[in-house]
C-alpha cells in the first residue's frame, strides 16, 4: 500500500508565508505527478499546483489564482513535493489536500493516492 502526508499547516496572517509538506511511502516504483488540491467549506476541491516528476525542466502547473505567489518543488529522491505559499490571502484558506499518482511496480497501473489533508488559515 502506498500512504500520502501532509504536514506544515496552521493559521497565518494575511500577507504570511506557509510551506506545506507531503511524503509518499510505501510500496513506490515510481511516481509519475504530484499535486496539491484545496476545497474551502461548501466549496468543491480544486487543483493548486502541480509537478511532473519523470522530466526534467520546468515540469509546474499552477492555478491562475495562485500564480506568483505559490511556488511548487520537488525532491524525487524523498517522495516528497513542497508548496511554498507567499503573499497568503483570506480566501486562501481551506483544506489542502496531495495527491500522487503511484506505480507499484514496473508493469503495474497508475493509481491515484491522496492524503488527509491539512488546514491552512489565513486570518488575522
Known amino acids: 500500500q502506498v500512504q500520502v502526508v501532509e504536514s506544515g499547516g496552521g493559521l497565518v496572517q494575511p500577507g504570511g508565508s506557509l510551506r506545506l509538506s507531503c511524503a509518499a511511502s510505501g510500496k513506490i516504483f515510481s511516481i509519475n505527478h504530484m499535486g496539491w488540491y484545496r476545497q474551502a467549506p461548501e466549496k468543491q476541491r480544486e487543483l493548486v499546483a502541480s509537478i511532473n516528476l519523470v522530466t526534467s525542466g520546468d515540469s509546474t502547473n499552477y492555478d491562475d489564482s495562485v500564480k506568483g505567489r505559490f511556488t511548487i518543488s520537488r525532491d524525487n529522491a524523498k517522495n516528497t513535493v513542497y508548496l511554498q505559499m507567499d503573499s497568503l490571502r483570506p480566501e486562501d484558506t481551506a483544506v489542502y489536500y496531495c495527491?500522487?499518482?503511484?506505480?507499484?511496480?514496473?508493469?503495474?497501473?497508475?493509481?491515484?493516492?491522496w492524503g488527509q489533508g491539512t488546514q491552512v488559515t489565513v486570518s488575522s
Open positions: 495527491n500522487a499518482h503511484v506505480k507499484s511496480s514496473v508493469s503495474g497501473p497508475t493509481f491515484s493516492f
